[in-house]
């Protein structure tokens, strides 16, 4: 059944801290009916965010009567709740309203929200939780199956959109291709997938491996990537992604003229030849494997810069390389198709 | 107060298996006042572990009235709890016994257990059990401090071993050192540290850095790492901890002649040169940081083989090297030393 979603993010509506609400409007256009921030009220989504057209603001969820799902539509480093949210979701909870949230702090392990939730017959969706309990054993890989994983030289660059818009311009193609989600804002696009960043650490790796089993009869996965092995934060994660699903390919993700890791100071990100150098040997440790394309995220240049840089950096690393977005899927799902012929898949 | 601690092994007496027993044995013999292994009883730990001497194997907990601890001496990849051992673990907490654990599966959600214990006032300690909720922020760090941080090959092949013995020699020499344990062995042995495996990946790196952040007051940190950056199951928490510490120095610890990964099937492990080559790639995304020294185990090997492959490997490698149970830490800490004034600290 469609759910009727109102989207959280009261006060976030950065391109980075409202990532999830953003990707929730562009992939799920028919289950979002409202976004919360009660400073923007009257606003529409394309003006506050980009994408959405004319989807309303709202100040509150008496302002979406119709609407039965609440989501969180932040993604803070951390993954903490802001404390003045509670008052929010204790309210969705009253009302008797899903609560889907993406954080590291479980709501339902909120005893008053939690309460108030079984009261009314309302459903927590802790999106984090999980109980990964397997290690990688090699075993079972269904080498038919091609495994094409994007990774990047920071957090949001891109890598799931690149990922989802791929595999879902072979499905149009007529591919039968899944998108595997590894994130909460995938997951809830997706329906299922491994939030990967919540695993405790000794099972990284399996459950990634895991992802594979449960989706290799599939002839494509697309399967987005987590942080960046270059950063201090996230790189056990981008490793343990990257040897549990042991790709046949790799699709690089950027945004050009950025230059510094995000969320610290001053951490210069590596050239772009030394990072696809870097993924290409920590990759091939555990299977053959190279970088098939190049996914540029241009949100903050013009046309004009865009076309430069796609055609200076297909170029310069000689792979196909464009903005998913601006750009169209297409040249990347051909590079896809032709490393699966080479593949001999 | 000092423990009197019964270490259950219960037919696993293989040095890998008996791991975490062999190094209570080694590293707190004035606190083990039995092993427990109802087939072997009436053997002494020096036949049958090969530490420990005259330390008896006795069949049952009434064998050894005194104790008041038990712990568990295995650490089996996954981390669950042998199904027949439960019993006596039972047994355990009916009699007042403390219990602690380095089990992924946490004893004290074990319902029956957790209320015998309840009832008889047993503490139960599962060493694993952590809230960690830090990511790593680069910041604060005491640059005066030298951290070296021992990686290898695979897993055990001894890295929290030459940890261990290193600080304990820099100790003995009148240094200001501390080992800092990162695994359940290490945190039995020397009473705190970080279970990094069971750590949520997010935070992997954070709590490696805390573990810096908490310690870095001394003039050595000794660490010891996980796992191996080549290991399907590991590499997320190798990485995760090498990032983390962002070590200025390494120590790589190999075992002579072992050519294939544990616990998995025909997985062969990299030539030296390359494991040397990866470890400081990665190592100096983070800080500048070189391979120091190198520790051999060579448990297996006898007293000429030991000697050739020291005198082999130094020439080959142009490092320091020793195994420091057969041939005492001090090669690795003159190294340590050496670095320290190297670096000006």
């Known amino acids: 059944m469609r759910r009727k979603i109102v989207v959280l993010i009261e006060g976030n509506t950065h391109p980075r801290s409202a990532k999830t609400a953003i990707n929730m409007v562009r992939y799920c256009p028919d289950e ?83 309460q108030a939730a079984a009261k009314s017959g309302a ?27 994007t990774v990047g030289n920071d957090c949001n660059v891109g890598k799931m959109v690149v990922s989802l818009e791929l595999s879902r ?58 942080g960046t092995l270059v950063h201090p934060m996230y790189s056990s994660v981008t490793l343990g992604l990257l040897h549990g699903l042991a790709p046949q390919g790799l699709i690089f993700c950027y945004e050009p003229g950025h230059t510094k890791l995000r969320h610290l100071k001053n951490f210069p990100i590596p050239p772009l030849r030394d990072m696809l150098r870097l993924y290409e040997t920590m990759a091939n440790l555990m299977h053959p494997c190279k970088v098939i394309g190049l996914g540029i995220n241009s949100r903050n240049a013009t046309a004009q810069e865009a076309a430069y840089e796609r055609a200076r950096v297909q170029e310069e690393l000689g792979l196909p390389a464009c903005d998913v977005i601006r750009d169209g899927p297409e040249p990347l799902m051909d590079a896809v198709l032709r490393y699966q012929q080479e593949l001999g898949l």
Chains 1, 2 share one sequence.
């Open 123 to 149: 459903r927590i969706l802790d999106v984090r939780k999980n109980n990964e309990r397997e290690v990688a054993w090699r075993e079972g890989i269904n080498q038919k199956c091609l495994r094409i994983h």
């Open 169 to 226: 311009a072979l499905v149009r193609a007529g591919h039968d291709s899944k998108f595997v989600a590894t994130g909460q804002t995938g997951i809830m696009i997706e329906g299922d997938g491994c939030p990967i960043d919540a695993v405790v650490a000794d099972f990284v790796n399996g459950s990634a491996e895991r992802l594979v089993l449960k989706n290799q009869h599939h002839k494509f996965l697309l399967i987005e990537g987590q």
């Open 32 to 114: 979002v009916v409202a976004l919360l921030d009660s400073s923007q009220a009257g606003k529409t989504a394309g003006e506050l965010l980009g994408v959405g057209g004319n989807l309303k603001i709202v100040a509150s969820l008496q302002d979406a009567p119709l609407a039965d799902t609440l989501l969180i539509g932040i993604s803070p480093p951390g993954g903490e709740l802001p404390a003045a949210w509670r008052r929010l979701l204790l309210e969705a909870a009253r009302r008797g309203m899903q609560i889907v949230s993406g954080l590291h702090a479980f709501i339902s392990d909120d005893q008053e929200i939690a």
